[in-house]
């Protein structure tokens, strides 16, 4: 058996995640208060996309579409950012029954800190790829996600 057909792709996305979720805890850990320094890594993501979208609505449900995460996951991480004092949740005055997600000053600071890190992280793997492999690397996750949202 030739090595190629020795690897998994499943396996590599999934070693290559847990590597990235444990670089970000640990820059968590490094560089916030230790109450904001146990926000997971969905959290982050979750922070992130509600700031660079604050010019517009966003509900519960445009959350689980973004993240292909299940309504009750995000159901319970909303619930628990708002305890945390990360998020809120608006009345809109066009729908009374619909509420908005909306970051807290404090979740806009923590955006600021992790964004730099963010960056910083890009740049790295951004600097290891051509930007032939990165295009390569984008039409295949897409792909795959594909493949896994049908």
């Given at each position: 058996?030739?090595?190629?057909?020795?690897r998994?792709?499943s396996?590599?996305?999934?070693?290559?995640?847990?590597?990235?979720r444990r670089?970000?805890?640990?820059?968590?850990?490094?560089?916030?208060?230790?109450e904001d320094?146990?926000?997971?890594?969905v959290?982050?993501?979750l922070?992130a996309y509600?700031?660079?979208?604050?010019?517009?609505d966003?509900?519960?449900k445009?959350?689980?579409?973004?993240?292909?995460?299940?309504?009750s996951?995000v159901?319970?991480?909303?619930?628990?950012?708002?305890?945390?004092g990360?998020?809120?949740r608006?009345?809109?005055a066009y729908?009374k029954?619909l509420r908005?997600?909306?970051?807290?000053?404090?979740?806009?600071?923590l955006?600021?800190e992790?964004?730099?890190?963010?960056?910083k992280?890009e740049?790295t793997f951004?600097?290891?790829?051509?930007?032939q492999?990165?295009?390569?690397?984008?039409?295949i996750?897409?792909?795959?996600?594909?493949i896994?949202?049908?």
């Amino acid at each position: 058996m030739h090595h190629e057909e020795e690897r998994r792709i499943s396996v590599e996305i999934n070693i290559v995640a847990n590597l990235l979720r444990r670089e970000i805890d640990r820059n968590h850990r490094k560089n916030l208060p230790p109450e904001d320094n146990t926000i997971s890594g969905v959290r982050w993501w979750l922070i992130a996309y509600l700031a660079t979208n604050q010019q517009q609505d966003i509900f519960q449900k445009d959350i689980e579409e973004q993240f292909s995460l299940r309504r009750s996951t995000v159901s319970k991480g909303l619930t628990l950012m708002e305890q945390k004092g990360l998020i809120q949740r608006v009345p809109v005055a066009y729908d009374k029954r619909l509420r908005k997600i909306v970051l807290t000053p404090k979740a806009i600071a923590l955006y600021e800190e992790g964004a730099k890190y963010s960056a910083k992280m890009e740049e790295t793997f951004r600097s290891v790829l051509s930007s032939q492999e990165v295009d390569q690397f984008f039409q295949i996750m897409e792909k795959l996600k594909q493949i896994l949202i049908t």
